[in-house]
């Protein structure tokens, strides 16, 4: 990126620091494109990522999900994901992976989720989140506030 891009792009990168940092935990969820993290999700952790060994990811619970059109279930996005964000010091909640293939078969057309097996493991990837918020900050309460990168 040009330095006239980052410039441009500070106020909406810092906006979303300042909310990961007033969170609890991240929740993200991820396609996968061309076997790979989209790169606009990839830029944002890369934005948050820095400064190094500071970031406001470092010691964060971060809980992966995923769903793509093809067979597998986001795995490498995700697998990716783990990576990286282990690499920024990040708490990458282990599981349960919650990994949708075929994800097109699973939505009705106002794209709610109709899929029960799949809504009980969002249910229980949400309660990990939990768990690890508490073994992280015992003292914190909890907050649902959603964080996006818009
Ligand atoms: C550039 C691009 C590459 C993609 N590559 C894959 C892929 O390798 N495997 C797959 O299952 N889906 C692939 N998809 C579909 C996405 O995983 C996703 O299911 C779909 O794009 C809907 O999510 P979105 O609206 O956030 O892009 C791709 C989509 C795009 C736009």
């Known amino acids: ?8 792009h500070r106020p909406v990168a810092f906006r979303f620091k300042d909310a990961i940092a007033a969170s609890n935990a991240v929740l993200i969820a991820t396609p996968e494109y061309n076997g790979a993290v989209p790169g606009v999700l990839a830029n944002a952790i890369d934005w948050a990522s820095r400064p190094t060994g500071r970031s406001v990811l470092r010691n964060k619970p971060v809980a992966l999900m995923g769903a ?14 783990r990576g990286v964000l282990g690499r920024i010091g990040a708490i990458v909640v282990p599981d349960p992976q919650v990994l949708v293939p075929r994800a097109s078969r699973l939505f009705n057309e106002q794209v709610d989720l109709h899929d029960e097996g799949t809504r009980e493991e969002i249910r229980q990837l949400v309660e990990e989140v939990a768990h690890w918020c508490r073994r992280v900050q015992p003292e914190e309460p909890v907050s649902t506030q959603p964080v996006t990168a818009s």
């Not at 793509?68 to 994901?81: E, H, K, R, T």
């Open 1 to 8: 990126m040009g330095r006239g891009a980052v410039l441009r």
């Open 68 to 81: 793509v059109l093809g067979q597998s279930g986001s795995a490498n996005a995700q697998a990716a994901l």
